[in-house]
C-alpha cells in the first residue's frame, strides 16, 4: 500500500505561482510513476503532469513550459511547480501514485486550486 499527502493548494491570481507538494509513504519502493490529474467543475478529469521512477516527465499540452514537476527521492515527495496560472487552471489537483500498467492505483486526497481574475 502507498500513502499520499498533498498540500500547497489556495487562491491565487491569473499570472501567479503556486507550488503543490506529494508526499509518498508506505511501499514507495513499488512506484513506478507518479503525478497529478486535476478536474474543474463540470469537466472531465485531465492528466496534468507525470515523473516516472526513472525521472522521465511529460505534460499535457495545456500546461507545457508553465508547469515542472519534480521530485526529492530523500523525501520521497514530487513536486508541482505552477508558474503564470490561468482562470482555467482552476481545478481540484490530485496526486496519483502508479505500481504497474494500469494509469493509477493510489490517490492523494486532493487541494483545490482558483485563479482569479
Known amino acids: 500500500q502507498v500513502q499520499l499527502v498533498e498540500s500547497g493548494g489556495g487562491l491565487v491570481q491569473v499570472g501567479g505561482s503556486l507550488r503543490l507538494s506529494c508526499a509518498a509513504s508506505?511501499?514507495?519502493?513499488?512506484?513506478?510513476?507518479m503525478g497529478w490529474y486535476r478536474q474543474a467543475p463540470g469537466k472531465q478529469r485531465e492528466l496534468v503532469s507525470t515523473?516516472?521512477?526513472?525521472?522521465?516527465?511529460n505534460y499535457a499540452d495545456s500546461v507545457k513550459g508553465r508547469f515542472t514537476i519534480s521530485r526529492n527521492n530523500a523525501k520521497d515527495t514530487v513536486y508541482l511547480q505552477m508558474n503564470s496560472l490561468k482562470p482555467e487552471d482552476t481545478a481540484v489537483y490530485s496526486c496519483?501514485?502508479?505500481?504497474?500498467?494500469?494509469?493509477?492505483?493510489?490517490w492523494g486526497q486532493g487541494t483545490q486550486v482558483t485563479v482569479s481574475s
Open positions: 515523473i516516472t521512477s526513472g525521472g522521465s516527465t
Open positions: 496519483y501514485a502508479a505500481v504497474g500498467l494500469a494509469p493509477y492505483d493510489y
Open positions: 508506505g511501499n514507495i519502493f513499488s512506484i513506478a510513476r
